[in-house]
C-alpha cells in the first residue's frame, strides 16, 4: 500500500527557532516526487517545497529544506528562523507520475508563538 | 505565475438545488484535477482530466459531475447533493507531462455547504 506517515499531529515553535516535521512513506517505486505543501487557515494548499527522488541533494527554499534519506524512506522539513506566517497545517505528500493522485499524510498543524 | 482560480469561494445550496464549481488555469498545463477535503484532513482525489479526457473518477457518486471544456478550465457540476457532502473543494493542475511526474499547483478552494 502507498501511504505517507506524519508522527506528529502538532508541533508548535517559537519566533526565530528552528523546527523539524517529520514525514516517512512507503512505496516500491524507484521514480517519484516528493512535496511539502503549506495549507493555512485561509484554506490556500501552497507548495512549500518539492524533492525528486533520484536526486540526493536535499532541495532548500530560503528558511525551508528538507533531509531526504531514501533508503529509509524518509522526507522532513527544517523550517528555520519560524514566523508568525509560517503557522498552518503542513501535508507531506508524493506522487508516482503525472495526472494521478497525489498521496497525502494526515497532516502537521505546527504553531508559531512570539 | 502559478495562479489556480476558483470561483466561487463560498457556497451554500439545498438538497434539490443544481449548482456548478468553476476553476480556471493559464499557465498552459494539460492535467486538472479535483480533490474533495473535509475539515482537518488531507485532500481526497475525486477526478482527474489529463489532455481535457477524464482519465480518473475515484468512484465518485453521480450527483458529482465533472466537466473540461477546454485545457483552462474545469467545472464541477452539483446535483442533489447531502449534507456530508458539505467540504472545501479545491481544484489543482499539473502540466501532465506524459512519462514524467509533475507538481500540482491548487486554487484557494470552493467552501460548500449542503442544508
Known amino acids: 500500500a502507498q501511504t505517507v506517515t506524519q508522527s506528529q499531529p502538532e508541533m508548535s515553535v517559537q519566533e526565530a527557532e528552528t523546527v523539524t516535521l517529520s514525514c516517512t512513506y512507503d512505496?516500491?517505486?524507484?521514480?517519484?516526487?516528493l512535496f511539502w505543501y503549506k495549507q493555512p487557515p485561509s484554506r490556500q494548499m501552497i507548495l512549500v517545497i518539492r524533492?525528486?527522488?533520484?536526486?540526493?541533494q536535499n532541495a532548500t527554499e530560503n528558511r525551508f529544506s528538507v533531509n531526504f534519506q531514501k533508503a529509509a524512506k524518509s522526507f522532513s522539513l527544517k523550517i528555520s528562523d519560524s514566523q508568525l506566517g509560517d503557522a498552518a497545517m503542513y501535508f507531506c505528500a508524493y506522487i508516482l507520475q503525472a495526472g494521478t493522485a497525489l498521496i497525502f499524510g494526515k497532516g502537521t498543524t505546527l504553531s508559531v508563538s512570539s | 505565475d502559478t495562479e489556480v482560480t476558483q470561483t466561487p469561494k463560498h457556497l451554500v445550496m439545498g438538497m434539490t438545488n443544481k449548482k456548478s464549481l468553476k476553476c480556471e488555469q493559464h499557465m498552459g498545463h494539460r492535467a486538472m484535477y479535483w480533490y474533495k477535503q473535509k475539515a482537518k484532513k488531507p485532500p481526497e482525489l475525486m477526478f482527474v482530466?489529463?489532455?481535457?479526457?477524464?482519465?480518473i473518477n475515484e468512484s465518485v457518486p453521480s450527483r458529482f459531475s465533472p466537466e473540461c471544456p477546454n485545457s483552462s478550465l474545469l467545472n464541477l457540476h452539483l446535483h442533489a447533493l447531502q449534507p456530508e457532502d458539505s467540504a472545501l473543494y479545491l481544484c489543482?493542475?499539473?502540466?501532465?507531462?506524459?512519462?514524467?511526474?509533475?507538481?500540482?499547483?491548487f486554487g484557494p478552494g470552493t467552501r460548500l455547504t449542503v442544508l
Open positions: 489543482a493542475s499539473s502540466q501532465a507531462a506524459r512519462g514524467f511526474t509533475d507538481t500540482q499547483y
Open positions: 482530466y489529463s489532455y481535457e479526457k477524464l482519465s
Open positions: 512505496t516500491s517505486e524507484s521514480d517519484y516526487y
Open positions: 524533492q525528486e527522488a533520484y536526486k540526493q
